[in-house]
């Protein structure tokens, strides 16, 4: 059982380009989200979906875009990437809407992005 | 607004000496809260959740944490640190529905254990 794959595990990019991280889970879930971790910040949420075709923003949602177009997969794309978006990424999913009886987020291994 | 406060960035144990971390938690409503770790490299798993059953939550390796709703407090304890327990832990709180179902998590602490 693969759980929630993220891809690429590394990537460094210059200032302005664009790249897409991609997450896909094979748990049917119908929730899920990506978190930025920087040192000493913990995890801050960038985006979420509950279902296919519907995101939302999270707290810090600012350069990032976001898709949902099957029950698989959210993509995050970054449109023109900054040195202020160097972090490690993840994607998490859970079984039911959001933190409900289950409460159990599933994370991805994590995707490292430099800009120089 | 929810919140999670974790206190202290860095822990260091002894191997076999208790495990505390601690953690309050701001919210207006009744929360959810959990704790997750992560190891190097790695990313989170859940140790234990609190979903209002019972306050004294048992979860994997030999952790607990008890919700004291006078405190808004959920501390993480663990009576005999091992060297496998080293990695960062988080605290984070939700509540059921809408936005607010969305986790906030702690900056996290990280936990050392010494031989």
């Known amino acids: 059982n693969a759980g929630v794959t993220q891809t690429p595990k590394f990537q460094v990019l210059k200032t302005g380009q664009s790249m897409t991280l991609q997450c896909a889970q094979d748990m049917n879930h119908e929730y899920m989200s990506w978190y930025r971790q920087d040192p000493g910040m913990g995890l801050r949420l960038i985006h979420y979906s509950v279902g296919a075709g519907i995101t939302d923003q999270g707290e810090v949602p600012n350069g990032y875009n976001v898709s949902r177009s099957t029950t698989e997969d959210f993509p995050l794309r970054l449109l023109s990437a900054a040195p202020s978006q160097t972090s490690v990424y993840f994607c998490?999913?859970?079984?039911?809407?959001?933190?409900?009886?289950?409460?159990?987020?599933?994370f991805g291994e994590g995707s490292r992005l430099t800009v120089l | 607004a929810q919140s999670v406060t974790q206190l202290g960035s860095h822990v260091s144990v002894s191997e076999g000496a208790l495990v505390l971390l601690r953690c309050n938690y701001s919210s207006s409503v009744p929360p959810y809260l959990f704790w997750y770790v992560q190891y190097p490299n790695q990313g989170l798993q859940l140790l234990l959740k609190?979903?209002?059953?019972?306050?004294l939550v048992k979860g994997i390796n030999g952790f607990e944490a008890e919700f004291k709703k006078s405190e808004t407090s959920f501390h993480l304890t663990k009576p005999s640190a091992h060297m496998s327990d080293a990695a960062e832990y988080f605290c984070?709180?939700?509540?059921?529905?809408?936005?607010?179902?969305?986790?906030?998590f702690g900056k996290g602490t990280k936990l050392s254990v010494k031989p």
């Open positions: 984070a709180v939700s509540h059921y529905g809408g936005s607010q179902g969305n986790l906030i």
């Open positions: 998490a999913s859970s079984q039911t809407g959001l933190a409900s009886n289950t409460g159990e987020l599933f």
């Open positions: 609190y979903t209002s059953a019972a306050t």
